[in-house]
């Protein structure tokens, strides 16, 4: 039996059956990493005491016969913005590279309280600002199917983990299509949850009203063991709702599925549009009920995203001022060279540009064109799909107009970059979770089906998944 | 086209070092993308039935008002990661 091939469930089963230990489980994933991370570069940090010290703990609970939780000895992974206690903490960025973070992410606690074993901290673009791992001030992560291409950002590492077998599952993070663009790119799940279902806290933010913490794992299933974990109510984060997931029995049969025609017309891939239509095409054949849709202010998101998203960053980022934590600049005279040089010196390339998009936008004389103006148009997003879930259950769309590009490719080219969030942004948008599912490949690259549903419809979107997967 | 003078003030505003060739190539890709949101200037925002409030999605999950327990520990973890400091308190360089 090759341990690194199991799920969270087949894992679970062969502890519990005691064909192996959690202490042998993680030691296998440790070896795998040391052996092929070097190719890979899924990881940043390995936190090896922990994870041998956790599998430990979990194998005196499973030694003493009581039941024991489905992540109890399961070895996982975490973007390197979720903070682990004791452990480093950087966010891809040279201005945390020697942050230990002081506490646990609510998410971590919730792990750690179900027995879980976390292998390390993964590579990300520089505070989750990118679509390729690209903007990473350490190193760029590979895609696994392809080490010549990117394994797609900003949760890359997470994805690349799971892809490569170096964690059984990961925790990521989606503010514009960071869990689901990285695992369409690398041919794993990913579940971007719903804005509130997942408590926020101890994630390093980016752009507060759009940051959730989410699952990346091998199956469906998997997926939904480790969103029921990590989601619900949390004092510390306001915005967390009191969200108890029940299991959907949907029944797939007349079931409304809706194609928005927006996602269907330029700048798709023809190779990924007739993957995702073949899949339409087998879903209807059983028995789904699949209509046009129309969610007209498309055109707009990336836009509206765009402004929104450096808005908030250039507050965030405020914080990251050389005085309280993370890199000081020693050699300056006075309080305010402290500020520009450090700053300047600590945050990379894409955090600069976004911090000067949002200071522009915000600032006195541009706030109405911009800040305001986007605000306005996230409604009209948000009532896109408002109406849309009128006439439909669930919609169906490609993660990503293309599949996973060659590293440098895109690299001088910021606005290109960011086209690669069409499909996936506007879900957040509109505060909507989504799913992205492995439904093909052209050649040896990953395609992705994404899988939206309403507000807290999670459970309906697993069940979907669920039924695709076994279809395919 | 953004001129170098305000994306010099932007850069001041954000507290932001930038350095000469640093400076252009931000110039030169902030009007690229400030060029692109013109896009929305079409969107037609006079239907929109509600106007924008994030407040909303939030409301009555506001915390009590409630002295917290303290945890020592992690005050005293966080003060370790102050770049200087002296004794409990943050150093910084003069003001002005």
Redesign the interface.
Known sequence: MNLLELTIKEAHDGLKKKDFSSTELTRAYLSEIKKNDKKIGAYLNLTEDLALSQAKKADEIISSGKDFEFLAGIPCSVKDAILVEGEKCTAGSKILEN??A??DATVIKKLKSKGAVILGKTNLDEFAMGVSTENSAFKVTKNPNDLNRVAGGSSGGSAASVASKEACYSLGSDTGGSIRLPASFCGVVGLNPT??AVSRSGLVAMAS?LDQIGPIAKTVEDAEIIFKAISGKD?LD??SKDYNFEKSNLKIEGLKIGIPKEYFTDGIDPEVKKIIENIIKKAKERGVKIIEISLP?T??A???Y??IVPSEV?ANL?RF????????NKS??????????S???G?G?EP??R???G??AL?SGYYDE?Y?????????IR?DFINAFKKVDLIFSPVSPIPAFKIGEKTND??SM?LMDIYTCPVKLA?IPAISLPVGKIGNLPVGLQIIGNHFQENNILSMASFIEKML | MISKEEVKHIAKLARLELKEGELEKMQKELSAILDYFDLLKKANTSKLKRQPSFAKATEGQARKDEIAAKNHSLAEKIMNAFPDRKDDYIKVKAIL
Do not use: M
């Open positions: 942050y230990v002081p506490y804005y509130g009203s004092p306001a915005t202010n055109e707009y990336i836009a509206c765009y402004i250039s405020a001022d050389g005085i309280k934590y993370g890199l000081s300056s005279k006075d309080l305010f060279e402290v500020y520009l040089k700053r300047g010196e945050f390339p600069k540009r911090i000067l998009v200071t522009y600032s911009y305001k103006k986007a605000q306005e148009i996230r409604n009209l009532e910021p606005l960011y505060g």
